[in-house]
């Protein structure tokens, strides 16, 4: 049993290496995004000023699978091109929240479509593998069933 449980792990790795390296490709070519960045700022765009509406640093961290210090670096990266900012809690201030600015909710606005394509290009190719087929197919079924991120109109 372990075997087939490391060999199916090892398939699912195979698929994601794929798509976010192509996704990766895109997101650099046409707006200087890493996937990581994109990702960040997809996930602080969808913030909001209700109960529990804001992530704090170490939340993001552990949304984007990165350690505090790398999401640091990563958030510092996207401030310094004005696309984020960084603020401290009006309730609690040794809490510092990132929100989105207007330039970053611009450039996320441009790499949506990009980000959207690109996976959907990748997806395709990984069908054209037999033993990703299953894996493409899940993926496709959570397209439905996961809310989707509002769109700041």
Same mark, same amino acid.
């Given at each position: 049993?372990?075997?087939? @449980?490391? &060999? !199916?792990?090892? +398939?699912?790795?195979?698929?994601?290496?794929?798509?976010? #390296?192509?996704?990766e490709r895109? =997101?650099?070519?046409?707006?200087?995004?890493s996937?990581?960045?994109?990702?960040?700022?997809?996930?602080?765009?969808?913030?909001?000023?209700?109960?529990?509406?804001?992530?704090?640093?170490?939340?993001?961290?552990?949304?984007?699978? @990165?350690? &505090? !210090?790398?999401? +640091?670096?990563?958030?510092?990266?996207?401030?310094?091109? #004005?696309?984020?900012?960084?603020? =401290?809690?009006?309730?609690?201030?040794?809490?510092?929240?990132?929100?989105?600015?207007?330039?970053?909710r611009?450039?996320?606005?441009?790499?949506?479509?990009t980000?959207?394509?690109?996976?959907?290009?990748?997806?395709?190719?990984?069908?054209?593998?037999?033993?990703?087929?299953?894996?493409?197919?899940?993926?496709?079924?959570?397209?439905?069933?996961?809310?989707?991120?509002?769109?700041?109109?």
């Amino acid at each position: 049993m372990s075997n087939l @449980l490391a &060999q !199916s792990w090892c +398939t699912l790795s195979a698929l994601h290496n794929r798509i976010d #390296g192509h996704v990766e490709r895109a =997101l650099q070519a046409a707006h200087e995004l890493s996937v990581r960045e994109f990702s960040a700022m997809l996930l602080l765009s969808g913030q909001h000023s209700g109960e529990g509406g804001h992530l704090r640093m170490n939340q993001l961290a552990d949304a984007l699978g @990165l350690s &505090q !210090s790398a999401t +640091t670096r990563l958030v510092t990266r996207l401030e310094d091109r #004005g696309l984020l900012s960084r603020y =401290l809690c009006a309730t609690d201030r040794r809490g510092i929240y990132t929100e989105v600015t207007a330039a970053g909710r611009e450039l996320l606005d441009q790499a949506r479509p990009t980000n959207d394509a690109a996976l959907k290009e990748a997806l395709d190719e990984a069908e054209q593998h037999p033993e990703l087929v299953p894996l493409v197919a899940a993926v496709r079924a959570l397209d439905s069933t996961w809310p989707q991120v509002p769109t700041p109109a």
